[in-house]
């Protein structure tokens, strides 16, 4: 039985949980572990070899897990960039690299030849430049069963299923338990200061359609022990009640400490120098549906970036995949990517950066050299090191 955990205990447990999630799979590691990523990137044989995109806001860490269906204040559903702890503005192609990594290494797990590999990033860059020029999608991501089947749930999914899925119940607390822990008193008192703030208010009022919402309550709270890479960073669940004692609108809140982001920025352009901003920003240029429901914030000094945790907000899970169904996805999740990227740009500047990376193709291959090049180096080199962090693990 695992041992109580307080707040003085809760860095060595999630340093463990992190460390063990990562062994689950090469998939897993590379999808958890960004810095080895941007370590490669920082080569300069590598900068040299990859084209220089415009400096746009991208996502920093896109790979298959950061995507998926998010609704807005509305309730409409998109599929778009679901995480955005790392964006910067940057290199548009660190996205299609970091993508094309992850989908390289989602083939693998599902047990797919090299030779679809070769094809979902071919398939990925003729999405990308679809999506990043406005072009109709070639392929409905209803056609292809692991979407529709996410999608379909996220279209029907309400505040009970939020409810019941992350707090265990549709009553007003949250019950304590292996996902929430138990807050020390300064961070209660923390949390509460936080709602006396306009701020916060401001976005209950966006988020719930209100001209002047005319109470907001904490309800309760915890620690929340969510995600990986972001594990040991603060992450509380906060429910909120909006409007009279009896009649309640239940909200739940995500609200993640922001630190400074690992992936390599521009040098030319100016940043939110408060890392909460750089993310509420990021978000707002690449997944406005997102942007919409976050806001920065600061709890006890440390940045924060607050975000309402919408019913529909899922995120896809590619495992057992079929050639078929992985080659439609990377066209699916790059068109994704590029109209995120394009809607940042005028006209010119998108087809320019479209010629770009169609000069870059091989004669034998239509995905560009560059990301060809690239995904088996850092195949190979994120296999190595998921074989030697099990090693480690399974020792340790």
Known sequence: MEATITPANRKAVL????RAKMAMSAHAYVRENTVQFYEWLRSKSVQAS?????????CGDCHTGNLGPVADVEGNIDIQ???LDQTVIGNPAHDLLRLGLSLAMAARSSDLPGVTTALMLEEMIGGYLSG???HSPRVDPEDIEPIRRVMRQAKNRQWRHLAEERIEDVKPTIPLGSKFWKLASRESKELQQLFDERGLHQLIQTITGREEPKDVRLLDA???MKGCSSLGRLRYAALVGVGAMKRHEYRLLDIKEAVAAAAPCSKSTKMPANNAERVVTG???LSPFLGDRMIAAKIGGRQVVIRELRPQDLKFELRGLQRPEATAIARVMAGVVGRA????LKTPERRAWSKEL???HRKDLDAPRWLWGGVLDLSALHEAAYLEHCRRFALG
Do not use: E, S
């Not at 990859?50 to 991208?58: A, K, S, T």
């Open 50 to 58: 990859i084209p220089l995109g415009p400096d746009i806001w991208i």
């Open 132 to 134: 990043l020029t406005g």
């Open 81 to 83: 960039i679901r995480d």
């Open 358 to 360: 169609k000069g870059r």
């Open 15 to 18: 340093d463990q949980r992190r």
């Open 283 to 285: 978000a707002r240029n």
């Open 341 to 344: 990227h394009g809607r940042q």
């Open 222 to 224: 915890a620690y929340w």
